[in-house]
Antibody, heavy 122, light 108 residues
Framework: EVQLVESGGGLVKPGGSLRLSCVAS????????IIWVRQAPGKGLEWVSS????????YYADSLKGRFTISRDNAKSSVYLQMNSLRAEDTAVYHC???????????????WGRGTLVTVSS | SYVLTQPPSVSVAPGQTARITCGGN??????VHWYQQKPGQAPVLVIY???DRPSGIPGRFSGSNSGNTATLTISRVEAGDEADFYC???????????FGGGTKLTVL
């Protein structure tokens, strides 16, 4: 089955760290860029970070200010999000998604995971 | 940075047509994608590259994009279409993914 499965979420105190994982199956993982998107409770989608298939291109949302680091291990079909100096406002469901590049040169997110919940609270 | 503006909510009766707009500066020059998200579920791509439908998405879903507005149109709306809808694009100037704030579609 073609899917993405996130893990690693949980309850963490302000200032703490978490490492999220996104494991892919059912497709050739090393051909695709992957993104992280988060959704705070009752709020909309917010892009967090993107990583290209080769890790050559990495992008972050400005709001993260260097606290998050994205990486990937193609041998394990996995993408990671290291989150440091966590704040209450980082509380959200974190989804990973596959970034599909079509024949027209357009990028879009055609496969999403169900997400993992991160709660930052004392 | 580039901003996408969506109405917070749209309401429509079953069988009618829903139109959800996504406003942005010269958005017609960019490729816009649309996602549907039902409560507790992951987003699902319903329109890509302004007007193309992924396989499995009903033909009732269509898209357009011109000038400063992209539009998602859902014809013959059904109760099962009730969800949040998000527009999205890639901003070449900032190398950032941009999402609209989302529109809650209510089927009356």
């Amino acid at each position: 089955e073609v899917q993405l499965v996130e893990s690693g979420g949980g309850l963490v105190k302000p200032g703490g760290s978490l490492r999220l994982s996104c494991v892919a199956s059912g497709f050739t993982f090393n051909m695709y860029s992957i993104i992280w998107v988060r959704q705070a409770p009752g709020k909309g989608l917010e892009w967090v970070s993107s990583i290209s298939s080769s890790t050559f291109d990495i992008y972050y949302a400005d709001s993260l200010k260097g606290r998050f680091t994205i990486s990937r291990d193609n041998a394990k079909s996995s993408v990671y999000l290291q989150m440091n100096s966590l704040r209450a406002e980082d509380t959200a469901v974190y989804h990973c998604a596959r970034d599909y590049y079509d024949s027209n040169g357009v990028w879009y997110f055609d496969l999403w995971g169900r997400g993992t919940l991160v709660t930052v609270s004392s | 940075s580039y901003v996408l503006t969506q109405p917070p909510s749209v309401s429509v009766a079953p069988g009618q047509t829903a139109r959800i707009t996504c406003g942005g500066n010269n958005i017609g020059d960019k490729s816009v994608h649309w996602y549907q998200q039902k409560p507790g579920q992951a987003p699902v791509l319903v329109i890509y590259d302004d007007r193309d439908r992924p396989s499995g998405i009903p033909g009732r879903f269509s898209g357009s994009n011109s000038g400063n507005t992209a539009t998602l149109t859902i014809s013959r709306v059904e109760a099962g279409d009730e969800a949040d809808f998000y527009c999205q694009l890639w901003d070449n100037d900032s190398d950032h993914v941009v999402f609209g704030g989302g529109t809650k579609l209510t089927v009356l």
